[in-house]
């Protein structure tokens, strides 16, 4: 049968089986396949398993059963294979905390290439380069525990940027920031994005999901549901389980009686919202 084109897959998680010793599993047989170049989010209650699936791929989670496939190819436990998988794939930790450990900023940032084996001036463009990209220049000589909550969120972002790493998994980059931090991070995102690189963010917040992603993927249950964030973030039997309200443009949409948004051209900011309400007042009223 014919299907629609198949688009190049970054990254994919087949017949996943997780947890942790001792207790009952996280993941059951989750598949989850992101295309190159997506900008996937990944959501779920809390406890639900979205660091674990995050962490499985990334590497750092060796998984029960199943399998991870970078860029077409089983990833195989050897350290050389996850040395390279490190490479292509870079984990951004919820709790920054978790992620920095060097004195200073620029040691931080520095370790990722440094241990890649690059040279002292390659290292130091990088270094510059992300810290400049993050509008956190002035930091780089900081004490890292110096440092505010969102000011080390940027840092640990910072460290896995200068990686380049080709899929780039954010566990809850905006937890704990400012609305100006939001905005820039999604400003940094869409830079990524232009440049090719594959971005997926676990998050619980619906209305950014609905505006920033292309595909949504929920974890429900032990197993895992991924379409279009239109279809997906306007389905009951996904947001309950799953302990999401649907976002702000579909309640106001249902509010106002117009029928549900579809597809990548949904409503996504406050004036699209208010076009779609009027075109959808006249039709009513002609
Ligand atoms: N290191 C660990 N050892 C044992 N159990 C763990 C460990 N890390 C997580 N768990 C358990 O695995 C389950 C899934 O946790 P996980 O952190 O993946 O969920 P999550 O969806 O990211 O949650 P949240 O939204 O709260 O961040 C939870 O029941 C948690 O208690």
Known sequence: MAGPVTAEVALEARGLT????????????????????????????????????????????????????ADGAVLRRGKRALTGHRQYVQLVLQDPDDQLFAADVVQDVSFGPVNLGLGPDEVAARVEEVLAALGISALAGRPVHHLSFGQRKRVALAGALAMRPAVLLLDEPTAGLDPRGVTALLRTLDALGAAGTTVVMATHDADLVWRWADQVAVLVGHGLRQGDPAQLLGDPDVLAPAGLEPPWQVRLLREAGAPPASGADRPREPADVLARLRVFATGDGA
């Open 18 to 69: 997780a947890g942790y010793p001792g207790a009952p599993r996280v993941l059951r047989d989750v598949a989850l396949r992101i295309d190159r170049g997506v900008r996937l989010a990944l959501m779920g209650a809390n406890g639900s398993g979205k660091s674990t699936l995050l962490r499985c791929l990334s590497g750092a989670l060796r998984p029960d059963a199943g399998e991870i496939v």
